[in-house]
């Protein structure tokens, strides 16, 4: 599906800590309020490394997955995608994702979506997977919406960003059958 695409998406790796810092110091403003503790931990090399190390253990662990989307040519973190807080008894978890400011709007996050969604189902046997997003974040919802996830309820005070109040989210959900 991505072989004609621009970049490709992988498991992170431990040499993957200088452009995640890369990555996320470029993109600053627009982690901090969604993925605020991903920014706190690559602000700086030696951070990023720490950060790295314990996303790998806990993908060997299969307890949390971080992907990368990468520039096929420069190598350069351009996106994250985590399949995270996996309930096995419910065959269920959440995707959380984030592009950079260059390559929003260009449709590589409802590719990656899709093909993570895919592989979540196939390859982690999950039949239910959710997405979690402010309902001002239109990018975001367009992305669940454009990959059938379905509204199903406003979450009150689901996440706090850093100096806000708690926000309201709105949980989509995708269902494979069982």
Not at 14 to 42: E, G, M, Q
Request: glycine share 4%; proline share 4%.
């Amino acid at each position: 599906m991505l072989e004609r695409e621009i970049y490709t998406i992988e498991p992170i790796a431990i040499k993957d800590s200088w452009r995640l810092c890369n990555f996320a110091v470029a993109n600053a403003d627009r982690l901090k309020r969604y993925f605020p503790k991903t920014l706190a931990h690559n602000l700086t090399p030696n951070l990023s490394e720490v950060f790295v190390s314990q996303k790998v253990k806990e993908l060997e662990a299969k307890t949390e997955f971080l992907f990368t989307l990468k520039e096929k040519e420069t190598r350069t973190i351009i996106g994250l995608i985590y399949v995270k807080k996996i309930d096995k008894a419910l065959k269920q978890a959440e995707l959380a994702y984030c592009i950079g400011y260059d390559y929003e709007g260009k449709g590589i996050i409802s590719k990656t979506v899709r093909y993570i969604s895919n592989w979540a189902h196939e390859e982690l046997g999950l039949t239910i997977l959710q997405i979690i997003t402010h309902k001002t974040n239109i990018g975001s919802v367009k992305v669940a919406e454009n990959n059938k996830y379905t509204w199903i309820k406003t979450l009150p005070k689901e996440h706090t960003p850093p100096n806000e109040a708690p926000l309201d989210m709105e949980l989509y959900e995708l269902h494979y059958e069982r």
